[in-house]
Each structure stands twice: as structure tokens, then as C-alpha cells.
């Protein structure tokens, strides 16, 4: 007899068509993602439309990267207690409050409210409830190619909105551009419908019965394999953010046509959907905890042989195309890990967790960046850094677990 997670979902809470559920889910990772994601288009008019240092303007940007991480528990625990359709709706109207406030904002104080606690937070309610919400819908054997598709999603969301943003500011300006954005966001609520419900307690019960979130959360901290899997994503989050915050400005600094920078980020949203896709069919026929070593130390080869090779504009595209398809790989085999070991009854907060420490690393990318910029002259100190971290996240992978967090060690053969 089958397991009850090898059994096939076909519908999702009040019988929706599990297709609905994660089409819904993808367009809701997409709007979620898109807007946030180019906000580096509106730096400039709006800095000079305010008078503003264009360091006023990144630090809400890293206002937000962090506001994103210290939401994503939160959320979580929110969507595990209430259901996600009530983040969702929270999550999409804050996120269109955000961008029209931006679009208005007189002052830094408003502008770090706007883009950054209220954009932080509302994006913490998007991409990684969508993934808690098909962890719970999805049968275990096809949760990591879900997941993928969840995360191809998202990243098109980047790919998607780059030159639908620089549209709308030439034909509209900057302050109705965000106005757009922000209309787009209502339609998060409307889609968030498909994907109500949470963790069906017999589904949770194959796992600890009458666990409480208290408990959900020692346990998981007390479990080796996920403070390795919650350490190693930290590495992500500062390859990521640091490359995407300072390549533009690496390319231009060496000389190269600036143009080369913006054609560079293009190609990692781009190659980031195949990335993601293949990540979820890889992470789900083969052991997990290796691959997400292998995609760290192909990050850290990568970037060694970026910065040791002589630079070109053929170079930086075939960079850009390789880190992209390494980019976002390793958030399918991570979320499919945390819903082995502790099943779907808690798993948007236990999720939210791992993310935060992403975002953590992705702070601490970017202003590490501008920091040692500032200091040195140049980024060679962040490319070594991150080489050594992309090795450490590599060691620290290779021996996580992929089985239940309450299932005993295995024994040697007598």
C-alpha cells in the first residue's frame, strides 16, 4: 500500500483543481518577485527628482532585505495557524500600499518605510508561503519539481518585469510607474483563493501528533541536518544579492560598456528559470544534501575562474549565464529538505526560518560590498570571500540527512 505522501494530490482545499493551485501559486511568486526585484530602475529618477544621495536610496533597499528576512517567520507561522490565503491578502495589498507610498514619499523617513519595511515585509508574505502552500498540496515524490516551477516562476518574475519597469517609467515617469506596480500587486488577493487552507492535521499527525509551533521549532534546532541546511543558505543569499547589487558596477569598473551590466543581470533571470526547473527534476531523483553541495562548489568555481581569467564581455556573459543557472537551484532541494524532515503541518515557519538567514547573507552581501569598495578600491576581497564561502557551504551540506527528523540513525550490520 502507498504512503499517504507518495499518494497522488489532485485537489488542493475545497477541491481545487491542483493545477489551479499552482498556476495560482507561480503567478503569485511572479508579482511577488517582480516589482522588488528592479528596484534598482528607479534609483536614479528618483534620487534626482528628491535631491536624495543615492545612498539614501540603497539603504532602503537593505532595509528591505532584512525586513524581508525577519517577515518570513512570521509569515510562516501566520500561514501554519490561519492559512496562507490571509498572508496572501495581507501580503498584496501591503506590497501595492508600499509602491504607491514610494511613489509619493517627501522624505528618506518615508522612503524607508515605503520600499523598505513595507515592500520588506509585504515580499516576505509571496515567494516562500507559495512553496509551504505546495508542500502541503503536493505528493512528496513531486514536491521538488514543484518547487522548482514555483521557483522558475519567481525568477521569470525578474526576467518579466526588468523591461516592463523601464517601459513604464519613459512612457509614464517614475511616480506612476509605481502606481502601476502597485495596482499589478491587487491581484495577489484575488489569486490567493486557490491556495487557502493549511496543513491538514492527519496529513501532520504521520509526523508528531499535537505538536505545537514551540515545540516545531526546538525540534528543528535541535536536529543537526537543519542547522546545516538553515547555515548553508546564509552562503546563498550573500552570492546572490552581493552579485546582483554590484556587477553593474564591477563591469563598468573595468571598463567595459555599462549596458554589459544590465544584458548580465537579464541573463541570470533568464538562465535562472532553466536553473531552477532542472534543480527541481535533479533534487528529485537524486540525494538532495549532494546536489546542494555541488551547486555551492560549481558557485565557488565559477566565481574563481570569473575573476582569475582575463575579463570580457564574452566572459561576462558566459559568467552570468553559468551563476544563473546556479543562481536560485538551490531552493528546491532546500525547501523539499525541511518538508522530508518535519512534514507540512509547520513547514511555512520552519521555512521562513531558513529564509531568513538567506537574507541575512544577503545583506550582509551587499553592504560588505560597498564597505570593502569603500575601503579598498575594489571587489577583489568580496569575489575571494565569496569563493571561500561557496566551498564552506559546500563542506557544510554534504552531510545533512534526507529522511525524517524523528527517524533513528542508522545502525551498523551486525
Not at 519595511?117 to 515580499?123: H, N, S
Request: glycine share 10%.
Amino acid at each position: 500500500m502507498a504512503s499517504t505522501q507518495d499518494t497522488p494530490a489532485r485537489s488542493g482545499a475545497g477541491g481545487t483543481a491542483l493545477w489551479v493551485v499552482i498556476v495560482a501559486g507561480c503567478l503569485i511568486a511572479l508579482l511577488s518577485f517582480g516589482p522588488r526585484s528592479v528596484m534598482g530602475l528607479f534609483l536614479v529618477p528618483v534620487t534626482e527628482a528628491r535631491e536624495w544621495s543615492r545612498e539614501i536610496f540603497a539603504l532602503s533597499l537593505a532595509i528591505q532585505n532584512i525586513m524581508w528576512g525577519i517577515g518570513q517567520p512570521i509569515c510562516g507561522a501566520i500561514a501554519d495557524k490561519y492559512g496562507t490565503a490571509r498572508v496572501f491578502v495581507g501580503g498584496g495589498l501591503l506590497y501595492a500600499a508600499g509602491l504607491v507610498l514610494m511613489a509619493w514619499a517627501p522624505s528618506p523617513l518615508w522612503l524607508h518605510l515605503s520600499a523598505g519595511v513595507m515592500i520588506g515585509l509585504a515580499a516576505s508574505a509571496g515567494f516562500s508561503i507559495v512553496l509551504a502552500a505546495f508542500g502541503r498540496t503536493v505528493p512528496a515524490t513531486k514536491q521538488a519539481l514543484v518547487f522548482g516551477i514555483g521557483t522558475a516562476a519567481s525568477s521569470m518574475g525578474q526576467f518579466l518585469f526588468a523591461p516592463l519597469g523601464r517601459a513604464l517609467i519613459a512612457d509614464y515617469g517614475w511616480e506612476q510607474a509605481l502606481v502601476m506596480l502597485g495596482a499589478m500587486m491587487l491581484a495577489v488577493p484575488l489569486l490567493a483563493y486557490a491556495l487557502r487552507g493549511k496543513a491538514d492535521s492527519n496529513a501532520a499527525a504521520a509526523f508528531i501528533e499535537d505538536q505545537t509551533l514551540t515545540q516545531a521549532v526546538r525540534q528543528a534546532f535541535a536536529h543537526r541536518s537543519y542547522v546545516l541546511l538553515v547555515a548553508g543558505f546564509f552562503v546563498c543569499g550573500f552570492h546572490v544579492q552581493f552579485i546582483a547589487a554590484h556587477m553593474p558596477a564591477y563591469i563598468e569598473d573595468l571598463g567595459l560598456d555599462p549596458a554589459l551590466g544590465a544584458w548580465s543581470l537579464a541573463l541570470i533571470g533568464l538562465f535562472n528559470v532553466i536553473g531552477s526547473l532542472a534543480a527541481g527534476v535533479i533534487s528529485g531523483k537524486y540525494s538532495k544534501p549532494i546536489f546542494l553541495a555541488l551547486i555551492y562548489l560549481a558557485r565557488a568555481v565559477a566565481i574563481g575562474l570569473f575573476i582569475l581569467l582575463p575579463i570580457s564581455p564574452l566572459s561576462v556573459l558566459v559568467f552570468s549565464a553559468t551563476i544563473g543557472l546556479l543562481w536560485l537551484s538551490t531552493v528546491p532541494p532546500t525547501s523539499s529538505l525541511v518538508a522530508i524532515m518535519f512534514g507540512p503541518k509547520y513547514l511555512a515557519t520552519l521555512m521562513g526560518i531558513v529564509f531568513f538567514n538567506h537574507q541575512v547573507g544577503a545583506f550582509l552581501g551587499v553592504w560588505l560590498g560597498g564597505r570593502l569598495y569603500d575601503t579598498t578600491g575594489s571587489y577583489d576581497v568580496v569575489w575571494y570571500i565569496s569563493i571561500a564561502l561557496g566551498i564552506a557551504a559546500a563542506i557544510i551540506h554534504w552531510p545533512i540527512r534526507e529522511a525524517r527528523a524523528d527517524a533513528p540513525l542508522a545502525t551498523p550490520a551486525q
